[in-house]
């Protein structure tokens, strides 16, 4: 079963950081475009960023702009989003996913199951 595996989330006190891993389980991640999102409670799930195969980035939240960096690395078969300057507001649980595609558009068709960041103080 081909599946994404999100890790990293925590607790963490305002301004601090994490990174979170993304990988992927029986695929190659090289020839896809990966997104991270989340959802804090009560809300709806909202895009974070995407990055291209190529490893070109694209930002779907301006509050993370500047704080969050996604990137990944192929031969590790992952991919990351390092946040920093974390906010009460971030607290969320953050999936990856999988387009079909080369680029960032359409639906993702694999999920993760997911990981909590919870930062509080």
């Known amino acids: 079963q081909l599946k994404l595996v999100e890790s990293g989330g925590g607790l963490v006190q305002p301004g601090g950081s994490l990174r979170l891993s993304c990988a992927a389980v029986?695929?190659?991640?090289?020839?896809?475009?990966i997104g991270w999102f989340r959802q804090a409670p009560g809300k709806e799930r909202e895009g974070v960023q995407c990055?291209?195969?190529?490893?070109?980035?694209?930002n779907y939240a301006d509050s993370v702009k500047g704080r969050f960096t996604i990137s990944r690395d192929n031969a590790k078969n992952t991919v990351y989003l390092q946040m920093n300057s974390l906010r009460p507001e971030d607290t969320a649980v953050y999936y990856c996913?999988?387009?079909?595609?080369?680029?960032?558009?359409?639906?993702?068709?694999?999920w993760g199951q997911g990981t909590q960041v919870t930062v509080s103080s």
């Open positions: 990055i291209s195969s190529e490893g070109e980035s694209t």
């Open positions: 029986r695929f190659s991640l090289d020839y896809y475009a």
């Open positions: 996913a999988r387009y079909r595609d080369l680029e960032c558009w359409g639906t993702p068709a694999t």
